[in-house]
């Protein structure tokens, strides 16, 4: 409902008491009223907004609606941007280790989020406010822009369409908020690695029915890995207009500029540390940067046809491109200390459009209460990927000393030369039934026709498929308590899979089912919230990549099934916490020669957990000053898919400091990795595994303009 309406409620409620308290004996002479002036404020938190502290209420990621999160069925993990600004972290990645179940996996050298995974299943797949963001390779989402991070747990496909059935990850971005204000952030940290952050908000007019807001971001960061360094500007502008009481538009962009070095880490012989240092860089340095640019423009028309129902429609453009050349290491050479290497030309370039109308309303079936969702979805991707070879000997270099500085190859040139083009259209329903004061219930379902066309020029191959895909989900919660809820659901997913085979035939599509119970609980009069489920997941058509041939191939079946825990909230008014813990067996049930059955899932560790705590003094000089400490703990995992190499666990243990010297200034102090722990942090293979960073030390200054 739009502000207006509420200050003309306001206005009726206040009226009719007052007029209802006039003597009619003087009713002629009237005595003058004066009232002092009231303030009206609400503690209600929008799914949009900021969270205050860690403990998110109330989220739009699960349901495309304004839900309570102990009312839905389903396992949700809300991690606030308060959690990386805390850390002095600027890694999404690092956000997701307290998401509870979400797992590292390949980062195409260091260029983008390009795949995690979430209750053992691996994706590449994440959203920004309910759209794709992931199609093509876009650079690593900007923490400058985000408000807030949500993992929806189990198959979702019901609601956002083709996705794995481990989870979906939805970022929610900064929105333009009606009151002023101007946020300076900048820090330096070790190996000389510095950023600046500017978040300007800005009312546009008296009435604030026009906001403005700009997120701007600068980066220039080394490494503690040789040779390696990034660089990166970010921009994201928005403006929201209050067109009238009952019409609202939102207007969003991003635009990043982004250059890395290419870097596929180490490698371990006889899976091993074995002398190799974590710093060692592979590549030739002067290969130069891998670039990526991207563009993003969104916009968003929302218009309440009465106090019941909404109508809203939003459309989401993205471009972007990556070239550079690259000298990537091959598997350990018989010799024992080298390692041949390619030399690779990539260029690549995507544009994604998506148009989504939705129809959103309250209505009583009976005793019933009801909100039903019904949504359409039209998405039009383009992307063209080339990946060239350039031969010429053995380009070899030694992992314990190696000498740099050799002559580029300049042979005859190989590769893949490949245009995808995906056109989807989508028909989505949903309805959150109330049946009783203790008893709720979801159902959902969503029919999609996509038609995937491949042309691999390199091979003079090409391939077409249409597929018309069914998901559905459905939940139950019941309130045993005013602070606990037990729910269960079930749900389907559904995926196209990339590529083509041997033969140059397109891959049948992944589709998969998720089961899940689990109990949500509010704690110390609702400060803390937890949610402990159980689930069983399987997926069938899964494509496995051989690293010996760099093709994929159909693998068959796989099975995940554990239970994963989180804990958020203010345990007292100094002291904010959130937690996580997993316990996830994702393995193969059907495969082949190459990943047999029985083989662990790459990356995926059975046990997994993470805390922050942090205290906040609430008097004195230190006043608003704060200190914490977290903890991430990750277990072994497959280091190679269908192999015995396996990444061994680690845990890590950072300090935080924040000084607040004036209502303005905050200087800020984290330590990360206190122990100095060595650790792998991700594999593709024993030949491409990415070490984890040493001790760290960042300092902060924050200021409020």
Do not use: C
Not at 115 to 138: I, L
Not at 240 to 249: A, F, R
Not at 562 to 578: E, N
Not at 691 to 705: A, D, I, K
Request: charged fraction near 25%.
């Amino acid at each position: 409902m739009s502000s207006r309406k509420n200050a003309s409620r306001l206005r009726l409620t206040l009226g009719l008491p007052l007029g209802l308290l006039g003597d009619p004996v003087f009713a002629e002479e009237p005595l003058p009223l004066e009232l002092d002036a009231i303030s009206v404020t609400s503690d209600y938190e929008s799914p949009t907004g900021p969270v205050t502290g860690y403990r998110a209420t109330r989220s739009s990621s699960a349901t495309k609606t304004d839900a309570a999160i102990r009312d839905i069925p389903q396992a949700i993990s809300v991690v606030p941007a308060g959690v990386l600004k805390d850390l002095g972290s600027n890694s999404i990645e690092r956000a997701l280790d307290f998401a509870g179940g979400v797992s590292k996996q390949n980062n195409f050298g260091g260029l983008t989020l390009y795949e995690y995974s979430v209750r053992g299943f691996t994706t590449s797949e994440f959203y920004k406010d309910g759209f794709s963001a992931n199609r093509g390779y876009p650079s690593t989402p900007d923490t400058a822009n985000i408000e807030r991070i949500e993992v929806l747990k189990g198959p979702a496909a019901s609601l956002y369409g083709r996705g794995d059935p481990g989870g979906t990850v939805n970022i929610v971005t900064k929105k333009p908020q009606p009151h002023a204000f101007t946020t300076l952030q900048t820090n330096a940290g070790s190996w000389d690695r510095y950023r600046t952050a500017l978040d300007v908000n800005a009312p546009l007019d008296e009435q604030a029915d026009v906001l403005s807001r700009i997120n701007l971001a600068i980066e220039d960061n080394h490494s503690f890995r040789d040779h390696v360094s990034s660089k990166r500007v970010f921009a994201a502008p928005s403006l929201s207009w209050q067109l009238n009481p009952d019409t609202s538009l939102l207007v969003e962009s991003e635009f990043v500029r982004h250059s890395s070095t290419f870097d596929r880490g180490i490698v371990a012989p006889d899976n091993k540390w074995s002398g190799v240092s974590r710093s060692t860089f592979l590549g030739e340095p002067d290969d130069g940067d891998i670039d990526n640019h991207n563009n993003m423009l969104q916009a968003a028309l929302e218009h309440h046809l009465n106090d019941g129902w909404k109508l809203r429609l939003a459309s989401h453009y993205k471009e972007g491109k990556l070239w550079g050349y690259a000298s990537e290491s091959r598997p350990l050479n018989a010799d024992g200390h080298s390692v041949n290497r390619r030399y690779r030309e990539r260029d690549s370039n995507w544009h994604d459009s998506i148009t989504q109308l939705e129809l959103r309303g309250l209505f009583d079936l009976g005793s019933w209460q009801h909100e039903l969702l019904v949504g359409t979805e039209y998405e039009n991707f383009r992307k063209n990927e080339r990946v060239t070879t350039i031969a010429g000997g053995r380009y070899a270099i030694d992992i314990y000393n190696p000498i740099y500085g050799q002559p580029k190859p300049d042979g005859a040139r190989s590769g893949s030369d490949f245009f995808e083009h995906v056109e989807s259209h989508a028909l989505n329903l949903q309805d959150q039934i109330i049946f009783t004061d203790k008893l709720r219930g979801m159902i959902g379902v969503r029919f999609e026709h996509f038609d995937q066309r491949i042309d691999d020029h390199s091979r003079a191959a090409s391939s077409r498929q249409s597929h018309d895909a069914l998901t559905q989900r459905a939940g139950l919660l019941y309130q045993l308590t005013p602070q606990t809820g037990v729910f269960a659901n079930a749900s389907s997913s559904f995926k196209p899979n990339n590529g083509l085979d041997a033969s140059g035939k397109a891959f049948k599509p992944e589709e998969g089912i998720g089961y899940e119970i689990g109990i949500k609980n509010e704690l110390f009069d609702e400060r803390l919230s937890s949610t402990l489920a159980f689930f069983h997941i399987e997926k069938e058509n899964v494509l496995a990549l051989d690293p010996r041939t760099d093709t994929s191939r159909a693998m068959g079946k796989a099975r995940s099934q554990g239970f994963d825990l989180q804990v958020t909230g203010q345990v007292t008014d100094a002291v904010r916490v959130i937690g996580a813990l997993a316990y996830i067996d994702a393995e193969v049930t059907k495969g082949d020669a190459v990943v047999p059955a029985g083989s662990r899932i790459l990356g995926v560790a059975r046990r997994s957990g993470s805390l922050l705590g942090v205290y906040e003094f609430q008097d004195g000089l230190l006043r608003g000053s704060d200190v914490g400490t977290a903890f991430t703990y990750v277990g072994d995992r497959s280091g190679e898919a269908g192999s015995d190499f396996e990444l061994p666990a680690y845990h890590t243990v950072d300090l935080l400091a924040h000084y607040k010297a004036s209502d303005n200034v905050t200087v800020g102090l984290n330590l990360n990795n206190l122990f100095d722990e060595k650790y792998y942090e991700r594999s593709y293979s024993n030949y491409w595994v990415n070490p984890g960073e040493p001790r760290t030390f960042t300092v902060s200054l924050t200021l409020n303009l």
